[in-house]
């Protein structure tokens, strides 16, 4: 069940305090009451709300220092709407300059109470999508196909999207997890809410923590991934990569559904669903102790299993199409046509990249081809340049083979995948050895191997 939009109301009198609070819940919606302040900071610490009402004229502070304070140290928590007696225009640039979204006048007029709430609970709203928008990789979001493999795994996520439940995503590098997580949250009663990605992986074991889980200190609040998914859904890409003190901490989170920020001794509550995805057997690591064991089971409330894309060979035709026309509108790419030759050749090729492999050789095609229609032969040599990576990989005592007859953005790519799969290699599979050998910092370096469709777990790596 998803909660309802909470509103923190900041007042120094009482009887305005409590119209304003028995007129908001009769139309639905939570209310936290703060008279002063110190209060407010307070509420706002313990529970994050979706947009405050906050008074001027205050004893201890007045609202328009206390919108200062937090317009300073790092942004507004949310839509903040003054409620003023007798303000002045100089009042009202003030508020506006720091970040005010309206006004409501005393006395407060209920039809306008209501409205101004529900325009700033969707400016809230569209300002959360914009900003999850920014952070998404430019790849494509839809579980595309009408294969029986995918109308199955379409079927699943329609039963799971009614309930509330955490679903573990179990599936092989580059199956598209975090596509059928999307899908999930688009179809749940939570869609409104934001959809945070956390990437296990990719964040730097010694600011990890601050990150998932936030920081209070004198200088204010800090909210973690894990409290800005509140309201939505909380993706946990490659879980298995969190070390034992977080796995431990999230374990906590997930049984008391509150957390404590860094720095922090009150417990948040939080309100978000949890879907894990992993490439790795949870069960073998839980099993050798290298994964919480009771974690596993908290995120295996429902599993499921995303089919590699060998499986799904009936999709091809249409994620080819799906695919040519996405790059072609991204990349301001001329569309190509992939004949039912084409089609057929890619149905039967093993796709060991699965979804990954595909959309690279979609836009490999897109970009060095010409030509309405992809031909035969351009398919085979992308596929054989593959094949031969995959047979050769790049060692001390062999030099990379350069295609000197390749765009010097592909030779550059060619050049850049087998540099860092051969550090790689002499790193041992440590990507953090692997980040301090080649000087990159680990996050920048975690996405130019994803670019690049290296994963530092496969055992023989995709597409080398």
């Known amino acids: 069940m998803v909660s309802p939009a909470r509103i923190l109301v900041v007042d120094d009198e009482p009887d305005i305090r409590a119209t304003i609070k028995d007129i908001l819940e009769d139309e639905g919606y939570a209310v936290d009451l703060a008279e002063s302040a110190a209060a407010a900071r ?51 640039v003030e508020a506006t300059r720091l970040g005010a979204w309206d006004f409501i006048e005393k006395p407060i007029s209920l039809t306008k109470l209501l409205l101004v709430v529900s325009h700033a609970l969707e400016a809230g709203r569209l300002k959360r999508e914009n900003e999850g928008l920014r952070r998404q990789l430019p790849a494509p979001a839809e579980l595309v196909g009408s294969g029986r493999a995918t109308q199955a795994l379409r079927a699943q996520i329609d039963k799971l999207a009614a309930h509330d439940t955490g679903v573990l995503v179990q599936g092989e590098p580059g199956t598209g997890k975090e596509t059928l997580a999307r899908a999930l949250h ?13 990437a296990a992986g990719a964040i730097a074991r010694e600011h990890a923590a601050v990150a998932l889980f936030g920081v209070e200190d004198a200088n204010g609040v800090q909210h973690g991934l894990i409290e800005q998914a509140n309201g939505g859904t909380l993706f946990l890409d490659e879980v ?84 040519a026309d996405w790059f072609a509108n991204r990349d301001k790419l001329p569309y190509r046509h992939f004949p039912v030759a084409v089609q057929n050749r890619l149905r039967h090729y093993a796709w060991p990249g699965n979804l990954r492999e595909l959309r690279n050789l ?74 301090k050998a080649v000087g990159m910092e680990r996050t920048h370096l975690y996405r130019k191997l994803k670019d690049l469709d290296i994963d530092p777990r496969a055992p023989v790596r995709e597409g080398t």
């Open 42 to 92: 307070e509420a706002r610490r313990a529970r994050t709300p979706d947009v405050v009402l906050l008074d001027i004229w205050m004893p201890d502070l007045d609202g328009i220092s206390l919108l200062r304070e937090w317009s300073e140290r790092g942004g507004l928590p949310c839509p903040v709407v003054m409620i003023s007696g007798h303000g002045t225009v100089e009042t009202a």
């Open 362 to 435: 979609v836009q490999r095609l897109l970009v060095l081809g010409s030509g309405a229609d992809v031909g035969l032969d351009e398919v085979e040599l992308a596929l054989g340049q593959s094949a031969t990576a995959a047979a050769a990989p790049a060692s001390a005592a062999q030099a990379p083979a350069i295609d000197f007859g390749l765009p010097l953005r592909e030779a550059r790519e060619q050049f850049e995948r087998a540099y860092l799969l051969h550090q790689l290699d002499a790193a041992g599979g440590s990507v953090g050895k692997l980040a």
């Open 186 to 198: 688009e179809r749940s009663a939570r869609r409104a809410g934001p959809f945070v990605t956390v």
């Open 240 to 323: 298995a990569d969190l070390d034992p003190e977080l796995q431990l901490r999230l374990s906590s989170v997930i049984e008391r559904r509150a957390l404590i920020r860094c720095g922090g001794h009150e417990p948040v509550a939080i309100d978000a669903r949890i879907v894990a995805a992993t490439a790795q057997d949870l069960e073998a690591l839980a099993t050798a102790g290298r994964f919480r064991e009771e974690l596993y089971y908290q995120l295996k409330v429902v599993p499921l299993a995303v089919p590699p894309l060998r499986e799904r060979s009936d999709d091809i035709p249409e994620l080819l199409r799906y695919h």
